[in-house]
């Protein structure tokens, strides 16, 4: 089963242009992560953010955690064309046993950024 | 360095009939896991493997199996495949198992994927 949703399910933007998705999450987490993927090929880390961490940045990326909300946002600045793909948070959960390492995804936001 | 492998990058199968998909993981890595993507959807957690070891399973049947080698390759086999077995398969892999998440372990490295489809 999906862990959590992203919103909006598809944004579309201008070159230039902030792109911000949003991710919620149902059950308690030690850390989440987003990923990319490209029309429908494997997917690529981008960061990952700790849930101690309320705020990371990486490049052109910044995410906010908010645990007391179980929430998550992505942030792309200045995006390009090149960052039209769909966009995927995933969760490791909160127990300590090793399957925890397994992630759970939510449906994705489909981004397209136009030149 | 290499990343993730899989093979094939494409399959088609008619119903009933069994398939394997195979997956190196990165050199060094030790855990392997596997997802299925359903068309339009997250990747939903299979299995993960470490050292040889079922380390997790996912809400998948029976006809679902997989092993990993002692090269830490691992294979998905899925028997009596149904249509709604269509999807992409991933396959991930960790550098390992043990570690803490909260101090930020847990990254999973993805290969390409394979594309099964069931007529």
């Known amino acids: 089963s999906q862990q959590g949703e992203e919103d909006p399910q598809a944004l579309s933007i201008q070159e230039g242009e902030n792109a911000t998705m949003n991710c919620s999450y149902k059950t308690s987490i030690n850390n989440l992560q987003w990923y990319r993927q490209n029309s429908g090929r494997g997917l690529v880390h981008l960061i990952l953010?700790?849930?101690?961490?309320r705020e990371k940045h990486s490049g052109r990326l910044r995410v906010t955690l908010d645990t007391s909300k179980k929430s998550s946002s992505l942030l792309i600045t200045a995006s390009r064309a090149a960052d039209t793909a769909s966009y995927f948070c995933a969760t490791a959960g909160g127990s300590s046993g090793a399957g925890s390492y397994q992630l759970t995804f939510g449906k994705g936001t489909k981004l397209s950024v136009i030149p | 360095d290499a990343g993730v492998t899989q093979s094939p990058t494409h399959l088609i199968k008619t119903r009933g009939q069994q398939v394997t998909l195979r997956c190196s993981p990165i050199s060094g890595h030790k855990s392997v896991s596997w997802y299925q993507q359903v068309l339009g959807q997250g990747p939903q957690f299979i299995f993960q493997?470490?050292?040889?070891?079922?380390?997790g399973r996912g809400n998948f049947p029976d006809r679902f199996s997989a092993r990993q080698f002692p090269n830490y390759s691992s294979e998905l086999n899925v028997n009596a495949l149904l249509l709604g077995d269509s999807a992409l398969y991933l396959c991930a892999s960790r550098l390992r198992d043990s570690g803490s998440l909260l101090a930020g372990g847990g990254t999973q490295y993805f290969g390409p994927g394979t594309r099964l489809l069931v007529l």
């Open positions: 953010i700790r849930s101690n961490e």
């Open positions: 493997y470490y050292e040889k070891e079922e380390r």
